[in-house]
């Protein structure tokens, strides 16, 4: 019995480490899920409104600069109060 603990220690410790770095990158995963998620749409509602605001001969230009921007931190999603 005395030596089969240490072995028994031995393997469950490797399961552990490997569930543990398991675990660890699907955290990861569903993080990077949940901020593509929450990006994605203000991103979208930007680039939309960069292609109304725009010519037409430059409405993807002004998209693709919009959404660098967006993605970047550029963009802000809170209300912008401009005085007139």
């Not at 749409?41 to 725009?54: H, T």
């Not at 959404?67 to 209300?79: F, Y």
Request: proline share 5%.
């Amino acid at each position: 019995m005395s030596r089969f603990l240490p072995l028994c220690i031995i393997q469950w410790l490797k399961y552990i480490a490997f569930l543990h770095g398991w675990l660890l990158q699907m955290l990861i995963t569903l993080i990077g899920f949940i901020i593509g998620f929450g990006i994605y749409g203000p991103v979208s509602l930007y680039g939309v409104m960069a292609i109304e605001a725009a010519p037409t001969h430059l409405s993807g230009t002004s998209h693709a600069v919009v959404s660098l921007a967006c993605n970047s931190k550029g963009c802000d999603t809170r209300p912008v109060i401009v005085d007139r």
